[in-house]
């Protein structure tokens, strides 16, 4: 037992940091910020239609998200009939439930949620550290007490990494993206029942 704990701790040591397991190697930051853009545009009402899986349930819809000012944002999630599952408002580091269903109506969900959609409208971050590869940059954040690693590929951020212990917790995937619009986005978790597709739907 006692050498099986021993050859534990030294996989885990041994297994590296999340940059240099995927080839980034550190650099000197030229910024102290870096910038999401995705959902920045007050003109702009961004919609998606949208599928979450959670808790073995399915739940489809429409949902839009809305810059309403600075670092003020309001998030719906709405059945194509029109009936409010959640509506969340976000103001700087403040969350507030506006309503929501009684089947998503549950403390963790309401949490994680608020983590995942924190992470997905933050248009500024402090950066942390900067890692490089080939034109492809790796950027170590923090997002309400979490590190989070921006990958970017030719300046455009492709993919956002919550982390826990080393490894990513939450992989949010951006892809078919055109004039600062993500018109898919992918939110899987890992270590819980939760997945999250965005299909935009703007004209």
């Known amino acids: 037992m006692r050498f099986f704990l021993i050859s534990l701790i030294f996989l885990v040591v041994g297994c590296g940091s999340y940059p240099k397991k995927h080839g980034f190697e550190k650099v000197e930051a030229l910024k102290t910020s870096i910038q999401n853009p995705y959902f920045s545009d007050p003109s702009v009402d961004y919609v998606y239609k949208a599928n979450i899986d959670v808790f073995d349930t399915s739940f489809g ?72 590869k080939n034109g492809e940059s790796l950027t170590a954040t923090a997002i309400l007490g979490k590190k989070h690693f921006y990958w970017s590929k030719n300046g455009q951020l492709v993919q956002i990494a919550r982390m826990g212990k080393g490894v990513p917790k939450v992989v949010f995937q951006f892809s078919q993206i055109n004039d600062n619009i993500a018109h898919q986005i992918k939110m899987t978790h890992r270590n819980f029942k939760l997945t999250i597709a965005l299909n935009a739907i703007i004209d």
Do not use: C
Request: net charge positive; proline share 1%; no cysteine.
């Open 61 to 132: 819809g429409i949902l839009v998200l809305k810059k309403l000012g600075p670092a003020a944002h309001r998030i719906a999630f709405t059945t194509e009939m029109g009936n409010t599952l959640f509506d969340f408002s976000f103001s700087k580091d403040q969350f507030t439930v506006n309503r929501i269903v009684k089947d998503l109506d549950r403390k963790i969900l309401i949490n994680i949620l608020r983590k995942d959609f924190t992470a997905l409208i933050r248009e500024e971050n402090t950066i942390l550290k900067q890692y490089q």
